[in-house]
């Protein structure tokens, strides 16, 4: 069996595509398609269904995954142990976050981190849902809560803060409450609100994410309760609750543990939390 065979399954299992797999390890839909098909044969079994649109790895195809991802971690574990004198990161390191968090506060601050480690590459997924690291969807993830539990090496790195904003100039009082919508009205944020004594009348608005609500509200639609390390750079923005946070929600970062010594790991989680200690 070849291992080059094997990161192919693990590429078409974590992503769900031929083509997206072949993007991500930089050869062409064919290759990725011909290394699988070849592994099927030799092993004499069908490793994954085309399920709506989607390849998803069959029985004896999550077995391989499972094996595969094991093959993985002990070879970037070796790679830790041999190149762990080497200070300069280079290499892949996949992070997740919230789109909030993505687009707001590491994007930005991209810069200097990339200039430093030319040779590092981030891959980084704004994703409002919890990537898995131990099936390696992620080798590290930023989340706005404690974990509770698993294999992953967690520490709390922040806090950010919610203040109610709406359009700057408009009075308070004629403006309805923009919220999220049901599938998250679990968030503490969406709570807050709905503690408010909000009605069908008072919220006109709901939506699925806080990019969105601050949209709605600098187009004048009502007010919301939104992270201030988003809402206090929009000029269009006022704030109508006072200094203080009305609400804080912790930021954890996890990282795989078998990752965390290699040096391209380290200095992304330096970078990460230098910016929620300096910026957030």
Not at 82 to 88: N, Q, R, V, W, Y
Not at 142 to 166: F, M
Not at 185 to 214: I, Y
Request: glycine share 6%; aromatic share 4%.
């Amino acid at each position: 069996m070849d291992w080059n065979d094997l990161r192919h399954v693990l590429a078409v299992s974590r992503s769900g595509s031929l083509s997206a797999a072949a993007r991500h390890l930089r050869v062409n839909q064919t290759t990725v398609a011909r290394r699988i098909a070849a592994l099927e044969r030799s092993l004499g079994v069908r490793l994954f269904d085309r399920v709506d649109g989607r390849m998803v790895a069959t029985d004896a195809g999550q077995a391989a995954v499972a094996r595969a991802e094991r093959i993985e971690t002990e070879a970037q574990a070796l790679e830790g142990a041999i190149s762990g004198a080497d200070t300069d990161a280079a290499g892949v390191v996949r992070v997740t976050a919230v789109p909030s968090i993505v687009n707001h506060a590491l994007v930005p601050r991209l810069g200097p981190l990339l200039s430093r480690y030319p040779r590092l590459e981030l891959e980084i997924v704004a994703e409002p849902g919890n990537l898995s690291l131990s099936k390696r969807e992620a080798d590290m993830a930023i989340r706005l809560a404690r974990p509770p539990g698993g294999i992953a090496v967690c520490r709390r790195i922040g806090t950010l803060s919610y203040a109610v904003y709406g359009p700057r100039g408009v009075p308070e009082h004629s403006l309805p409450w923009i919220t999220y919508d049901e599938a998250h009205a679990h968030l503490p944020q969406a709570r807050w609100v709905a503690r408010q004594g909000r009605s069908a009348k008072k919220c006109t608005l709901r939506l699925n994410d806080a990019d969105s609500l601050v949209q709605a509200v600098r187009a004048g639609l009502g007010r919301a309760l939104l992270p201030t390390f988003m809402a206090e750079q929009d000029a269009s923005l006022g704030r109508l609750s006072p200094d203080s946070a009305v609400l804080e929600r912790e930021v954890w970062l996890l990282v795989h543990p078998d990752l965390r010594p290699l040096p391209r790991v380290s200095a992304v989680v330096d970078w990460v939390c230098e910016i929620f200690a300096n910026s957030i």
